[in-house]
């Protein structure tokens, strides 16, 4: 059974808990939201440079070149 006061300090470190947990969803979906519009960004350049390419190889008279998938590593580790 828990004293009043120690009620009390478990349900203070339960309201800061809830509080930080919440400002670090706010924070990721931030964050997330950065990357994915640095991605899409990316994408259309992309998109344009790959329209230049294209025309210069109809223009030598070149087949065009298939796209590479993109490999992401995740976990900041390189190996």
């Known amino acids: 059974m828990l004293t009043e006061e120690q009620k009390r300090?478990?349900?203070?470190?339960?309201?800061?808990?809830?509080?930080?947990?919440?400002?670090?969803?706010?924070?990721?979906?931030?964050?997330?939201?950065?990357?994915?519009?640095?991605i899409r960004e990316l994408q259309e350049a992309k998109r344009a440079v790959r329209l230049i390419y294209e025309g210069a190889c109809a223009r030598?008279?070149?087949?065009?070149?298939?796209d590479k998938p993109v490999e992401v590593e995740e976990g900041g580790e390189h190996g």
């Open 9 to 38: 300090k478990y349900e203070e470190t339960l309201v800061m808990a809830q509080e930080e947990m919440d400002q670090l969803d706010r924070e990721l979906a931030a964050e997330i939201a950065r990357s994915k519009e640095r």
């Open 60 to 66: 030598l008279g070149l087949k065009e070149l298939e």
